[in-house]
């Protein structure tokens, strides 16, 4: 057991290196990934500002701007990388190569976290300096615990989605593209999700970046009452939510790769 | 372990399959309807621990269908296949530590990754520790003259720094069976000749290694196997050594010819008699032939064939057969036809 447990670390470090240190190599991603994001970011808050929404609201884009680059790490970083992997003929040695799946998995993860991490610290820097948003950390223990969870479940879901690309190819990646602007939507990305009724609301909750951003804004943002449930039942969700998917992605990509390899398509390019 | 696996000639088998059949299904679209493609037909194979074995055909001929089966990236429609003992589809794990796989014209790995980092990264994933993959990316490198290229970027290598690159990928791990599909395709030959002499001291220096190399470069699995097996349409047609190959074919004679340019008219030598082959091609001087005789005799009527028309013989000589003869005579076509058959 201890020998899997190092191998599927050295895994882990091994695949998130090429991610890390290709960020420091090929930096355009700055401009791409963090200050043009940021445009969408500014947008919202100057219509809330034209609105004469309350202040917190400012906050609330802030933190749905921060955790957008979570939520495009696990749609981009991770499920889609299998289908560039595969299209390069690096799946194929990943395939063969004793490790887990999910290690693998794991350090893409990890080495895109890196990049989302900067990209999310750069927007709540800009919302602090440029918007004045002022955040209550009086409840610091349990954001970061919120944090936590929020961030098990959403890669729980990636690993999950990187399932189908082992599979399907382009339909993967259409189902990726479909995904990112609904999810934005339906998680209140910049806006509170009580905005959709308790009901709809609830159901959202599925998607873990729902009760994960209406949990953090309400522990930062106190004074302005607009969470959809108390913050202990948004992280129970979450952490119900992390535990089903980490099983069912590691169930899918089971089951994915088992099918493939019957079907023949594990190695298909241009799929 | 699979008890059955170890005996063969007194040795263990690195590899083994039985009666693999692999069979593809398309499915219909509005200008097809459904159809079922046989890769693998009835496929049986044994391969020697300490072995290089070589597993010649054509393209399609189901070589890296084979290939992928054992290195376990693809299941068997039927039939079982063993690497060390172990099932492929049942024991993939035990497989898997035991087994890497270079390709020919890999394009895999991180272009922004220097030589080394490549190296160390795909070590990582067979859980080789960082002081040992720095040791052996090190003498590798030094090994197939990339040392001096240890810190360049991957992207930036030419075609055969990145495919003596990738042997060295294939080696860090220590594996115990090297699979090597078509490791020369499309290098020059003084890369492929590298490659090659590299290929043969890999397995000399560690007792119990093995290499599965698929090629179509005849030449190349005459030079470097011990034994070779030559699949066609999924089959295997003969398995043995490159000398017993060749000599199978004694029952022919074979004749290199070359002539003033025949312009086509080679065909007719085709249907002289005691002619089995005879297949052509353009070189500078005119046509060179390259003729399969039933007995040594027939080369009279050749001659007089090609004389009868007016062009002169420049150059007769006997040769020996080549595994390539071996094949022509056994499929009916040469490695470069894949739906003509030879003249």
Same mark, same amino acid.
């Given at each position: ?7 599927n670390?050295r895994?882990?470090?091994?695949r ?9 190599r090929a930096p355009t991603?700055?401009?791409?990934d963090i200050?043009?994001?940021l ?6 808050v ?9 202040p917190?609201?400012?906050?609330f884009v802030i933190i749905?701007?921060s955790?957008?680059?979570?939520w495009?790490n ?10 560039w992997?595969?299209n390069?003929?690096?799946?194929e040695l ?5 490790c887990s ?5 794991v350090?893409?993860?990890?080495g895109g976290m ?5 990209r ?7 919302g602090?300096v440029?918007f004045?948003?002022?955040?209550d ?5 349990m ?5 936590v969870l ?11 989605? &990187?399932s %189908?690309?082992? +599979?399907?190819g382009?339909? =993967?990646?259409h189902?990726n593209?479909? /995904?990112m602007?609904?999810v @934005? #939507? ?17 159901i959202f909750?599925?998607i873990?970046?729902?009760p ?5 804004r309400q522990?930062?943002?106190p ?6 449930i108390?913050?202990r039942?948004?992280i &129970?969700i %979450?952490?119900? +939510?992390g535990?089903?998917? =980490? ?5 899918? /990509?089971?089951?994915?790769? @088992? #099918?493939a ?8 390019r241009?799929q | ?14 590899i083994e399959a039985?009666?693999?059949?692999r ?7 509005k200008s097809?309807?459904a159809?079922?493609t046989?890769?693998?037909d009835?496929v049986?194979l ?6 290089l ?6 393209n399609g ?8 089966i ?6 068997p429609?039927?039939g079982q296949a063993?690497?060390?003992?172990f ?6 794990q035990?497989?898997?530590?035991r087994?890497?796989?270079v390709?020919?014209?890999e ?7 220097t ?5 160390w990264?795909?070590s990582q ?7 040992v ?7 590798l ?6 040392w ?6 991957v ?5 055969g720094?990145r495919?003596r690159?990738n ?7 220590d594996?115990?069976i ?6 020369t395709?499309g ?7 590298d ?6 001291q890999w397995?000399?220096e ?9 090629t179509h470069y005849?030449?190349e ?7 070779v ?5 999924g089959?295997i047609l003969?398995?043995?050594?490159p000398?017993?190959i060749?000599?199978?074919s004694?029952q022919?004679t074979?004749f290199?010819?070359i ?6 008219t ?7 008699p005691?002619?089995?082959?005879c297949?052509s091609?353009?070189v500078d001087?005119?046509t ?6 039933a007995d040594?005799g027939?080369?009279a009527h ?15 000589q ?14 009916g076509r040469?490695?470069?036809?894949d739906?003509?058959p030879?003249?």
């Amino acid at each position: 057991m201890t020998h899997n447990l190092l191998l599927n670390l050295r895994a882990v470090i091994g695949r998130a290196y090429p991610r890390i240190v290709g960020q420091n190599r090929a930096p355009t991603w700055v401009f791409y990934d963090i200050l043009l994001p940021l445009l969408a970011v500014t947008a919202f808050v100057f219509v809330y500002r034209a609105l004469n929404a309350p202040p917190e609201f400012t906050g609330f884009v802030i933190i749905g701007g921060s955790m957008l680059a979570f939520w495009g790490n696990v749609l981009w970083g991770m499920g889609a990388e299998l289908f560039w992997e595969k299209n390069d003929g690096t799946l194929e040695l990943i395939m063969m190569v004793p490790c887990s799946r999910m290690a693998i998995l794991v350090g893409m993860a990890a080495g895109g976290m890196f990049a989302a991490s900067l990209r999310a610290l750069v927007t709540i820097i800009v919302g602090v300096v440029l918007f004045n948003v002022r955040f209550d950390l009086s409840r610091l223990p349990m954001l970061l615990a919120v944090f936590v969870l929020t961030m098990i479940a959403l890669y729980g879901l990636g690993m999950l989605f &990187a399932s %189908l690309y082992l +599979l399907w190819g382009r339909e =993967a990646w259409h189902i990726n593209n479909l /995904l990112m602007e609904p999810v @934005n #939507l339906t998680s209140g990305m910049y806006f509170p999700v009580r905005a959709f009724g308790q009901m709809l609301g609830l159901i959202f909750s599925l998607i873990p970046l729902t009760p994960g951003l209406d949990a953090m804004r309400q522990l930062l943002f106190p004074a302005q009452p607009m969470g959809l449930i108390p913050v202990r039942y948004e992280i &129970a969700i %979450l952490a119900v +939510l992390g535990m089903v998917f =980490a099983v069912a992605a590691s169930r899918a /990509l089971r089951y994915m790769e @088992n #099918l493939a390899k019957t079907e023949g398509r594990l190695t298909v390019r241009w799929q | 372990m699979d008890e059955m696996s170890t005996q063969a000639y007194g040795q263990p088998l690195a590899i083994e399959a039985r009666n693999v059949r692999r069979v593809f299904k398309v499915k219909p679209t509005k200008s097809q309807p459904a159809k079922e493609t046989i890769a693998l037909d009835g496929v049986d194979l044994q391969v020697r621990s300490g072995e290089l074995f070589g597993l010649l055909g054509p393209n399609g001929a189901g070589k890296t269908t084979l290939i992928k089966i054992l290195v376990t990236l693809l299941y068997p429609t039927s039939g079982q296949a063993l690497v060390d003992g172990f099932d492929v589809v049942t024991q993939a794990q035990a497989v898997r530590e035991r087994i890497a796989m270079v390709s020919g014209g890999e394009t895999s790995g991180f272009g922004l990754l220097t030589v080394r980092e490549q190296l160390w990264m795909f070590s990582q994933f067979y859980g080789v520790s960082s002081t040992v993959a720095a040791q052996r990316a090190d003498e590798l490198l030094k090994v197939v003259g990339l040392w001096d290229e240890r810190d360049r970027k991957v992207h930036t290598l030419s075609t055969g720094m990145r495919q003596r690159m990738n042997l060295c990928r294939g080696l860090m791990s220590d594996p115990k069976i090297l699979f090597l599909d078509e490791p020369t395709l499309g290098l020059d030959v003084g890369v492929a000749r590298d490659i090659r002499a590299y290929i043969r001291q890999w397995i000399s220096e560690k007792p119990g290694r093995t290499i599965l190399l698929t090629t179509h470069y005849m030449q190349e699995a005459d030079e470097l196997c011990d034994r070779v097996a030559i699949i066609d349409q999924g089959r295997i047609l003969i398995c043995d050594t490159p000398a017993a190959i060749k000599r199978q074919s004694r029952q022919a004679t074979y004749f290199q010819i070359i002539t003033e340019p025949l312009n086509g008219t080679e065909v007719t030598l085709c249907g002289l008699p005691g002619v089995v082959s005879c297949q052509s091609r353009l070189v500078d001087m005119g046509t060179e032939l390259r003729i399969t005789l039933a007995d040594d005799g027939a080369i009279a009527h050749v001659v007089g064939s090609i004389t009868g028309q007016g062009k002169r013989i420049l150059a007769l000589q006997k040769v020996e057969p080549t595994l390539e003869d071996v094949f022509v005579e056994t499929v009916g076509r040469r490695f470069g036809d894949d739906t003509q058959p030879a003249a």
